[in-house]
């Protein structure tokens, strides 16, 4: 059964970073597309950063330059690294796993397996 464990959010201040990880069991990363997407309050979930089966990453224009999408496939554990956190950063924070069509990386409908997210908020 697959599972994906996220961890790393928290409370920061603005300007601040944080680093999310995101185990996953029972597959392995180089087999499906990995992706982290966020959810404000009232908002649609939207795609922040993926790393496709080929190794290349994508991005939201949002968050380029601000954040890291990496992996650690011995370890089957993914990570996002936030930096210069702005209060339009809160919200929930989920690791997603799935067989993506290519170029649709932000589509959250392309992937199968969720995580139960976990909280970032900036103030």
């Known amino acids: 059964q697959v599972q994906l464990v996220e961890s790393g959010g928290g409370s920061v201040q603005a300007g601040g970073s944080l680093r999310l990880s995101c185990a996953a069991s029972?597959?392995?990363?180089?087999?499906?597309?990995m992706g982290w997407f966020r959810q404000a309050p009232g908002m649609q979930r939207e795609g922040a950063a993926a790393?496709?089966?080929?190794?290349?990453?994508s991005y939201a224009d949002s968050v380029k330059g601000r954040f890291t999408i990496s992996k650690d496939n011995a370890a089957n554990t993914l990570y996002l690294q936030i930096d210069n956190l702005t209060p339009e950063d809160t919200a929930m924070y989920y690791c997603?796993?799935?067989?993506?069509?290519?170029?649709?990386?932000?589509?959250?409908?392309?992937?199968?397996?969720w995580g139960q997210g976990t909280q970032v908020t900036v103030s």
């Open positions: 997603a796993a799935g067989r993506v069509v290519s170029g649709l990386w932000a589509v959250p409908g392309q992937y199968t397996s």
């Open positions: 029972g597959y392995t990363y180089s087999d499906v597309c």
């Open positions: 790393f496709d089966t080929d190794g290349s990453t």
